[in-house]
């Protein structure tokens, strides 16, 4: 639209024209509303890590294996403190973490035993093929009374610990070995080479391996179990147990 000069009745046009043009204005522009920013809540500072726990090698109590004794050892062990174990074989070590806080008199046990040398020379007389791998028996130091491993113990019986929790659900699980009475437990003990847990509450667990994983299971299978039961594998020459070296942290 073009605008003219304004005539006489130029007050009034231009009044009259003004307010057209003020009513045909387009509406005044809104500044955009932004919305706030959401605060910001600072990640929370990550945790210090926990110290590493160190270990020191416990001395041997024995210059030459003990394989008897009179009675279950008193407790010498620091339940607040962590053990290990570190069975050594010629096919190399296999390191177990023994739970002192949940199982303590059976680490107690295996302790004592191992500090006094009662596992050297010994066998993994028991190996079957996805279930387990058992040892300690001092009669399998002695190869003229194979007829015999699996029978022997270290002159004492003490019960088992079934009410901690720990369970046999993984491989490399450390447990207690006995016969049929809760309070027939001894020296021998067994590592699974496959989860067992139907075997959890009724056997103490009271370590589980760290490293060697691959010697366990390269271990000698002496026996597998069949539709006839337990059959023995012939020829099967059981590894020896050289000896067991524990670690108490610092």
Same mark, same amino acid.
């Given at each position: 639209?073009?605008?003219?000069?304004?005539?006489?009745?130029?007050?009034?046009?231009?009044?009259?024209?003004?307010?057209? *043009?003020?009513?045909?204005?387009?509406?005044?522009?809104?500044?955009?509303?932004?919305?706030?920013?959401?605060?910001?809540?600072?990640?929370?500072?990550?945790?210090?890590?926990?110290?590493?726990?160190?270990?020191?090698?416990?001395?041997?109590?024995?210059?030459?294996?003990?394989? #008897?004794?009179?009675?279950?050892?008193? $407790?010498?062990?620091?339940?607040?403190?962590?053990?290990?174990?570190?069975?050594?074989?010629? &096919?190399?070590?296999?390191?177990?973490?023994?739970?002192?806080?949940?199982?303590?008199?059976?680490?107690?046990?295996?302790?004592?035993?191992? &500090?006094? =040398?009662?596992?050297?020379?010994?066998?993994?007389? &028991?190996?079957?093929?996805?279930? $387990?791998?058992? @040892? /300690?028996?001092?009669?399998?130091?002695?190869?003229? =009374?194979?007829?015999?491993?699996?029978?022997?113990?270290?002159?004492?019986?003490?019960?088992?610990?079934?009410?901690?929790?720990? =369970?046999?659900?993984? !491989?490399?699980? *450390?447990?207690?070995?006995?016969?049929?009475?809760?309070?027939?437990?001894? #020296?021998?003990?067994?590592?699974? !080479?496959?989860?067992?847990?139907? *075997?959890? @509450?009724?056997?103490?667990?009271?370590?589980?391996? %760290? @490293?060697?994983?691959?010697?366990?299971?390269?271990?000698?299978?002496?026996?597998?179990?069949?539709?006839?039961?337990?059959?023995? %594998?012939?020829?099967?020459?059981?590894?020896?147990?050289? /000896?067991?070296? %524990?670690?108490?942290? &610092?």
């Amino acid at each position: 639209m073009s605008f003219h000069s304004l005539n006489g009745r130029s007050l009034t046009c231009a009044a009259l024209l003004g307010a057209a *043009l003020s009513a045909c204005a387009p509406a005044a522009t809104r500044a955009p509303v932004t919305a706030p920013a959401p605060a910001v809540t600072p990640a929370p500072a990550p945790a210090p890590a926990a110290p590493a726990v160190s270990f020191q090698v416990m001395p041997f109590l024995s210059e030459t294996p003990v394989r #008897s004794f009179t009675a279950a050892p008193a $407790m010498t062990i620091d339940p607040a403190r962590s053990y290990r174990a570190v069975l050594k074989t010629a &096919r190399g070590d296999i390191t177990v973490d023994l739970n002192a806080k949940g199982s303590p008199v059976a680490v107690n046990n295996f302790v004592f035993l191992a &500090r006094h =040398r009662f596992y050297d020379g010994t066998r993994f007389h &028991r190996v079957i093929e996805g279930f $387990m791998a058992q @040892g /300690g028996d001092p009669l399998s130091a002695d190869t003229a =009374r194979q007829s015999e491993w699996g029978r022997g113990g270290p002159g004492y019986q003490f019960a088992a610990e079934v009410n901690n929790g720990l =369970r046999f659900d993984r !491989v490399g699980v *450390l447990g207690m070995a006995r016969s049929a009475s809760l309070n027939s437990q001894g #020296s021998q003990f067994f590592i699974t !080479v496959a989860p067992a847990d139907f *075997l959890s @509450g009724g056997y103490t667990v009271f370590g589980q391996v %760290i @490293g060697g994983q691959n010697v366990l299971a390269g271990l000698t299978r002496t026996a597998r179990s069949t539709a006839q039961g337990e059959q023995a %594998i012939p020829g099967a020459a059981a590894d020896t147990l050289i /000896g067991v070296q %524990i670690l108490e942290s &610092r």
